[in-house]
């Protein structure tokens, strides 16, 4: 796969929208609030964590709430996830999810769920509506060797308030080959009985040490066969509506239903060509596809007091200059100079 020219053709003047030039259009925005995290897992962040990014440096809650309102308000932009590093860093977090459900859009936030038994209620209060739980095993000890930290207990605190709070519950698990591959299913059988819907996300190379090794890579294709030892699996017939996910009804072999579980297989079976997905970095920067460098700065004309009509036309432009799809390294898969946490899930 290689990205098009940076050649651009005219983008068309009379759609308001975040439309790029091979037809897709932008509906999801990610919102980075931090790079900081109170995690160090190993395939996301080295064990020292990574370099702080100055407090006023980062988008404040209303400069998050005037770009997520020109997002909802004029570009069509319908669900917003706030991400990180880890957005429950964020003392203001509330305030956020309080002033941008204000806006015609569906919050959720990707959280690793440490801290939030005590802030579930007060978010969904505020607006928040899912939450998006990272969490690749609840054995006490393989969670301590992926993450780094003992801090299960919590985690499963978080999840448990969330529910009770009336939150919708995700949760996010990446396979790591001779890690937690063996345990797949414990988990797929801890999320079915609570009613979360698991989604096994295929290792990407978004470590900021650049240590991903395609080779070693647990693929959707072998999730599906592990899974498919214990469980009945068939495609959901619901459209996938540029959902990362591909769902699969789950079941008994004798075929009784349990509930839904997703695979999510960036690597092996791209889903590029539709791509609905705009993001924001902590520091207000527009980046139109996770796996490019490229960023156009929208926080720093904010700042200088630009108005409205700049900052749209601005964000479009960037959209229009989304690549094609995310590679164009020898091995078929680009390696950004950022990782995860810095850029925001």
């Known amino acids: 796969m290689r990205s098009e020219s940076p050649v651009l053709p005219r983008r068309p003047g009379d759609d308001p ?11 999801d925005l990610r919102v980075s609030l931090t790079e900081r995290c109170n995690l160090r897992c190993t395939y996301c962040m080295p064990a020292e964590g990574l370099p702080v990014i100055p407090s006023d440096a980062l ?24 991400t ?50 990272s969490l690749d095993t609840v054995d006490p000890d393989v969670f301590a060797e992926v993450t780094r930290r003992p801090f299960l207990d919590r985690v499963l605190e978080g999840i448990a308030a969330a529910a009770d709070a009336g939150l919708g519950v995700k949760v996010n698990a990446v396979l790591l080959r001779g890690v937690n591959d063996h345990l797949a299913v414990d988990l797929l059988a801890w999320c079915l009985e609570r009613g979360h819907e698991l989604r096994f996300i295929e290792q990407m190379p978004l470590d900021p040490g650049h240590a991903w090794d395609g080779a070693t890579m647990v ?38 239903p349990l509930g839904t579980v997703g ?43 630009a108005d ?27 390696h950004p100079a950022r990782g995860m946490s810095a850029i925001g899930g």
Not at 17 to 27: I, N, Q
Not at 309 to 332: E, I, N, S
């Open 17 to 27: 929208g975040l439309v790029d030039r091979f037809a897709r259009r932008a509906v």
């Open 59 to 82: 988008m404040t809650a209303e400069e998050i709430d005037r770009l997520v309102g020109l997002a909802a308000g004029t570009l069509g932009v319908r669900k917003v996830r706030f």
């Open 84 to 133: 990180g590093g880890e957005p429950l860093l964020r003392a203001d977090l509330v305030d956020i999810v309080r002033r941008c459900s204000a806006h015609d859009v569906e919050l959720s936030i990707t959280t690793n769920a440490i801290g939030l038994a005590n802030r579930a209620q007060a978010l969904a209060d505020a607006g928040l509506r899912r939450v998006n739980v």
């Open 219 to 256: 693929t959707a294709e072998e999730t599906r066969a592990l899974l498919g030892e214990h469980y009945r699996l068939e495609p959901d017939e619901a459209p996938r509506d540029g959902a990362p996910a591909e769902r699969y009804r789950v079941s008994t072999p004798a075929g009784e």
């Open 263 to 305: 695979v999510i297989a960036s690597i092996t079976e791209s889903f590029c060509a539709d791509c609905t997905r705009t993001r924001l970095t902590a520091e207000g920067h527009v980046r139109s596809c996770l796996f490019s460098d490229d960023e156009v700065d929208l926080l720093g004309p904010l700042r200088a007091g």
């Open 308 to 334: 409205d009509d700049v900052l749209l036309d601005t964000w479009r432009q960037a959209m229009w200059a989304k690549p094609r799809d995310h590679g164009d390294d020898a091995d078929g898969i680009v």
